[in-house]
């Protein structure tokens, strides 16, 4: 069984996407969903540098697009039953590229979700000076509670010894200086706000009123959640989680245990691919993975998808 991810932010690197635009119809497609947003896709993921496309509300939107571009590249479809995925799923943002990739949203609609998401945060994220960091290493029965005497959420278990903490600067400088036992490294991540924390309370409302003039379907394949790791099967229940886990924590550790005990043989992270496959590399034992990259890893996604998908 294959399962199709879509990572989070922090995932983008200047100029990711300009080899993608070399594909047929590529460039007209961001266009038309540039102007959709009232955002330059094709510069931000062309010609920006490091720090403009770490700006919350251009990062979320650029990564949306990069999913969705890359994932029509595949030619993988939910409408397509001979090669559909088995599952999907996205970290964080990514979870509204999944949305799109299950049914639930056109592409339109959710890089306008998306876009609303990202504006919300970054203007919840100028309140405080907030930041993420990532803990590799140590165990969560001793990292999280370790987290939380510093006044810190552990907004992301990723599983394969990997928790991210969010919070103040003050926070994580202190986090810096006042490891867990058994960290190895504590590593600054390329965002600009403590997501998934209560910092970003205020963008909940935000999404909730765009959420309301949302067309909405049920997921046509199955959509695992990175709220709890479950399998939503109402469209208006995965809208819900959409907007809940602005504030909320990313449980990356259970989706990896669903895909798990759905059977899956095979996973797919589309562009820009990298953290997810490797997670999974270390948790799923056995399931092959490839990163969409560039267009130069769709011949070995594609010999995946047929390898996986016939059933």
């Keep these: ?27 007209d497609r961001l266009a038309a969903w540039s102007e959709a947003i009232g955002l330059d ?8 540098d490091a720090d403009e496309i770490r700006d919350t509300a251009v990062a979320q939107p650029l990564l949306v697009a990069a999913g969705l571009l890359s994932a029509a590249a595949l030619g993988t479809s939910a409408a397509d039953a001979a090669g559909a995925p088995g599952a999907v799923a996205g970290h964080s943002v990514g979870e509204i590229t999944a949305a799109a990739f299950a049914g639930v949203l056109d592409d339109t609609a ?47 278990v990723n599983g394969a010894g990997q928790i991210v903490a969010a919070g103040t600067l003050e926070q994580l400088a202190a986090l810096e200086a006042d490891k867990p036992e058994g960290v190895r490294r504590v590593v600054a991540l390329k965002v600009a706000g403590a997501f998934h924390t209560h910092h970003m ?39 819900a989680r959409l907007v809940g886990q602005v504030a909320n924590p990313v449980r990356w550790d259970l989706c990896m245990e669903t895909f798990k005990a759905l059977g899956a043989t095979a996973l797919i992270e589309v562009c820009p691919g990298g953290t997810l496959t490797g997670l999974a590399k270390r948790a799923l034992p056995g399931v092959a993975t490839v990163a969409l990259k560039t267009p130069d890893d769709l011949d070995a996604a594609r010999t995946l998808v047929a390898e996986h998908t016939a059933a």
């Design 201 to 239: 309370a205020p963008a909940v409302a935000k999404l909730e009123a765009a959420a309301k003039s949302l067309t909405v379907a049920a997921p046509q394949v199955r959509y695992v959640s990175n709220k709890d790791g479950q399998v939503v099967t109402e469209g208006a229940e995965v809208i």
């Design 41 to 48: 896709l094709v510069h931000y993921g062309t010609k920006a």
């Design 1 to 27: 069984m294959l399962v199709l991810v879509a990572p989070g932010q922090g995932a983008q690197t200047p100029g990711f996407l300009t080899p993608w635009l070399e594909l047929p119809g590529a460039a």
């Design 110 to 156: 959710a890089l306008r979700l998306v876009r609303t998401r990202g504006l919300a945060m970054a203007e919840a994220a100028a309140v405080t000076e907030t930041g993420m960091s990532a803990l590799l290493g140590g165990d969560p029965e001793v990292t999280v509670p370790h987290l939380e005497k510093l006044g810190l959420t552990p907004a992301n």
